[in-house]
């Protein structure tokens, strides 16, 4: 359908070939070709303006090398800045120094929580070899609990178990007691998905996060719900503070600008990216590719 952003600032560049230096005038060409491309890429305008101005102060007055043509000198330059603004690889959840680690998990209503909480569970297990407990704090939905339960199943964990009527402060304190008692490394809680931002079920999630005291406060969102995802974000750190974000549903299309303005907005690591239903389905945030999916 569009031609990609690559192409694109390879032949608006290369029009150029022969010169030493890149002015001003090359470079803001290019600009208006990489702002309708991340535009296109669903990235939110205020991270598109800051984009391209980093981008321009970079390539201003750069040496035209000579092995590479200009066009794909500008490719490499705005591949490079949207890496360095993605975020450095690896950055993992973090355990705490004396188990358990606690991890609060938040989002809203169909964003993939509960999926992505088993599959940290199971990531947790497999591959740290630690032993994980989950727990669903939401009352909200009758059957949420039971399916966290089945999941844990699935995913060869632990799971807290229910009891009918309880409000989510006092299952957090059961689970944190559990988890202390019986030795667990990691305390998963799931919490109540909202449908949107809402007031009541904010308060909650406050009082839980008091009360449990997180190493890890990871929003889930959908990469599908673009902007919606991106202000999602914003509000969520600015009311519980978060220390990442697992972005699920990146095996669908979305183009990736919402990691780019979640990261942008938030200042909060992408850390994990739900890839699929499966439980296996989780991969560490890897900002190469995801720079190249918005440059392709
Ligand atoms: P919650 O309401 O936020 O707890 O959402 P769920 O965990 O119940 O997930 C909602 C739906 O999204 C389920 O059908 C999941 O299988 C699906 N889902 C979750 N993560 C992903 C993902 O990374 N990719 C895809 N394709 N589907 C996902």
Known sequence: ??????????????????????????????????????????????VVKDFVAGVREKAVGQEVVKSISPGQMVVKIVHDHLKELLGGEGDEIRLAGSPPTVMLMAGLQGSGKTTSSAKLARRLRARDRKKVLLASLDVQRPAAQHQLEVLAQQAEVASLPIVQGQQPVEITRRALDTARREGFDVLILDTAGRLSIDEALMGELVQVRDLAQPHETLLVADALTGQDAVNTARIFNERIGLTGIVLTRMDGDARG???LSMRHVTGRPIKLVGMGEKLDALEAFHPERIASRILD
């Open 1 to 46: 359908m569009f031609e990609n952003l690559s192409s694109r600032l390879t032949k608006v560049f290369d029009r150029l070939k022969g010169r030493g230096v890149l002015s001003e005038e090359d470079v803001g060409t290019a600009m208006r070709e990489i702002r309708v491309a991340l535009l296109e890429a669903d990235v939110a305008l205020p």
């Open 257 to 259: 600008g919402a990691a």
